[in-house]
């Protein structure tokens, strides 16, 4: 399946309350399709429970909800500050983070680091985690249904760390997050209300190891994220 069906099917997925509040907003005022989209997945979660992220782990358990759960070597639920103002999203946990059970510490969580710690943050100062969390086969994109049995962890996750931003690492992120098919590079660069936070999409580490020219709009948009928490602005990019 291609990621643009991914996305496609994904979307029509949506909850029916993100729905309804998508036409909601519709009545009011005509917007674009994916403005609709997004505000729906904004949508401030319902039914808040109360519960620490040790029972969230608990209930993934040993995880065989979807087919990752049979070729995966470890679960990545993510880490970081369970109170952090800052939780990163990415994709999916590639090689390095299937075999050791973390998230983002191959060549593009260094990345990662660098430009954390640019923002003036550590690493443990910091969320992070991913929108599926087993290793999808040669690492290829998520596919609809492992998004579908993985994501409502990923936002138990974010209910209850209540960050004030979350950075969506990469096209796949911001879009899954977004409910959206708009371009990263449009995306990105702006703030996003998202389930009582404000989520920014950026540019995913691996994609600027690849283009290290878009270091610059990723630097831009982390400076942004400094600047909503109130972080002394630093001037020098990672
Ligand atoms: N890429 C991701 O999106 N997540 C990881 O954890 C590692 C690489």
Redesign the pocket.
């Known amino acids: 399946m291609s990621k643009s069906q991914t996305t496609q099917t994904w979307k029509r997925s949506l909850p029916a309350k993100a729905v309804v509040m998508a036409r909601k907003s519709s009545s009011k005022k005509a917007l674009p399709k994916s403005e609709l989209l997004i505000q729906a997945a904004a949508a401030p979660a319902a039914n808040r429970k109360s519960e620490t992220l040790d029972e969230i782990c608990a209930d993934l358990g040993a995880c065989q909800r979807c087919k990752l759960g049979k070729s995966r070597t470890n679960i990545?639920f993510g880490d970081g500050n369970p109170k952090a103002e800052l939780v990163f999203v990415?994709?999916?946990?590639?090689e390095n983070?299937d075999l050791e059970g973390r998230?983002?510490i191959?060549r593009?969580?260094q990345l990662l680091e660098k430009m954390i710690e640019a923002m003036g943050l550590s690493r443990s100062e910091v969320y992070i985690c991913?929108v599926v969390k087993c290793r999808p086969p040669e690492n290829r994109n998520p596919e609809t249904d492992e998004i579908e049995s993985c994501s409502p962890f990923l936002f138990r996750q974010l209910d209850q760390i209540q960050p004030k931003v979350v950075v969506a690492?990469?096209k796949f992120a911001a879009q899954t997050l977004l409910q959206t098919e708009t371009r990263i590079s449009e995306l990105r660069g702006k703030f996003y209300p998202y389930r009582g936070a404000k989520l920014i999409p950026t540019f995913?580490p691996?994609y600027l190891l690849r283009n290290p020219p878009s270091k610059r709009e990723a630097w831009e948009d982390l400076q942004l994220v400094a600047k909503e928490l109130g972080l002394e602005i630093p001037k020098k990019s990672p």
């Open positions: 990545v990415g994709e999916a946990p590639g983070e998230p983002f191959g593009a969580g991913n690492l990469g995913h691996a």
